[in-house]
C-alpha cells in the first residue's frame, strides 16, 4: 500500500505561486507515476499533471500547460507541483495521486492511491 500526504496549498492573488508537496510512504518502489489532480466545488475530478517514477516524461492537462511544472525527488519519495500564473479557475482542492498501474501516465483512469488533499484557492 501507499500513503500520500499533501502541503503547501493555501491562497493566494491571481497572478501568484504556489508549490504544492507530497510525501509518499510505503509500498512506494510498485509505484509506476505520480500525480496531481484537482477538484473544484460542483464539478469531476480532473487530472493536472503526471510523470512517470523513473525517467523525466511529464504529462500536463491543456489548462495548465505553460503555467505548472511537476518534478519529484525519488531520494525523498516527494513530487511537487509548481504553480506560476495562477488564475481563479484553478480554484479546488489538489490531490496528490498514485499509480502502480503499468498504464501511460497521463492516463488519469491510472491512479490508484490517493491523498487527502491540500485546498488552492486564487483570487
Known amino acids: 500500500h501507499v500513503q500520500l500526504v499533501e502541503s503547501g496549498g493555501g491562497s493566494v492573488q491571481v497572478g501568484g505561486s504556489l508549490r504544492l508537496s507530497c510525501d509518499a510512504s510505503?509500498?512506494?518502489?510498485?509505484?509506476?507515476?505520480m500525480g496531481w489532480f484537482r477538484q473544484a466545488p460542483g464539478k469531476e475530478r480532473e487530472g493536472v499533471a503526471g510523470t512517470r517514477r523513473v525517467g523525466s516524461k511529464t504529462y500536463y492537462a491543456d489548462s495548465v500547460k505553460g503555467r505548472f511544472t511537476i518534478s519529484q525527488d525519488n531520494a525523498k519519495n516527494t513530487v511537487y507541483l509548481q504553480m506560476n500564473s495562477l488564475k481563479p479557475e484553478d480554484t479546488a482542492m489538489y490531490f496528490c495521486?498514485?499509480?502502480?498501474?503499468?498504464?501511460?501516465?497521463?492516463?488519469?483512469?491510472?491512479?490508484?492511491?490517493w491523498g487527502q488533499g491540500t485546498q488552492v484557492t486564487v483570487s
Open positions: 495521486a498514485a499509480s502502480s498501474r503499468p498504464w501511460a501516465c497521463d492516463v488519469w483512469s491510472t491512479y490508484n492511491y
Open positions: 510505503g509500498y512506494t518502489r510498485n509505484t509506476h507515476c
